[in-house]
């Protein structure tokens, strides 16, 4: 069974940096890592989730929410079955849970659509203060 879990959330002021990682185990031999891409949501209290940065299969494209372009750069390490988020100048409206997602082979998840996306970690917290 598939596991995906988040980690490196926590406190940072307005303008600084947190590293979030996302760690997965348990892929069948014939549905390996690299047969999804990967992607990083976020939810804020009382708002919907939306998709922050995804990257493909390769890792070779990356692709990423207008709010966070230039500033957030997601990467993968397939040999690890891991995946990041780099987060710089941060901004208080970006407090709230961040979540890790895995999206099949042949989906459309560039559009960072939550609903493509299948397996799911349970989110670590970030909070920015102003």
């Known amino acids: 069974q598939v596991h995906v879990e988040e980690s490196g959330g926590g406190s940072a002021p307005a303008g600084g940096s947190l590293r979030l990682s996302c760690t997965t185990s348990?892929?069948?031999?014939?549905?390996?890592?690299?047969?999804?891409?990967m992607g990083w949501f976020r939810q804020a209290p009382g708002k919907k989730r939306e998709g922050v940065a995804g990257?493909?299969?390769?890792?070779?494209?990356?692709y990423y929410a207008d709010a966070v372009d230039g500033r957030f750069t997601i990467s993968r390490n397939n040999a690890k079955n891991m995946v990041y988020l780099q987060m710089n100048s941060l901004k208080p409206a970006e407090t709230g849970m961040y979540y890790c997602?895995?999206?099949?082979?042949?989906?459309?998840?560039?559009?960072?659509?939550?609903?493509?996306?299948?397996?799911w970690g349970q989110g670590t917290q970030v909070t920015v203060s102003s």
């Open positions: 997602a895995a999206a099949p082979f042949g989906t459309r998840w560039r559009g960072l659509d939550p609903g493509v996306f299948t397996h």
């Open positions: 348990g892929w069948p031999l014939d549905d390996p890592f690299d047969d999804y891409a």
């Open positions: 990257v493909s299969f390769s890792g070779e494209s990356q």
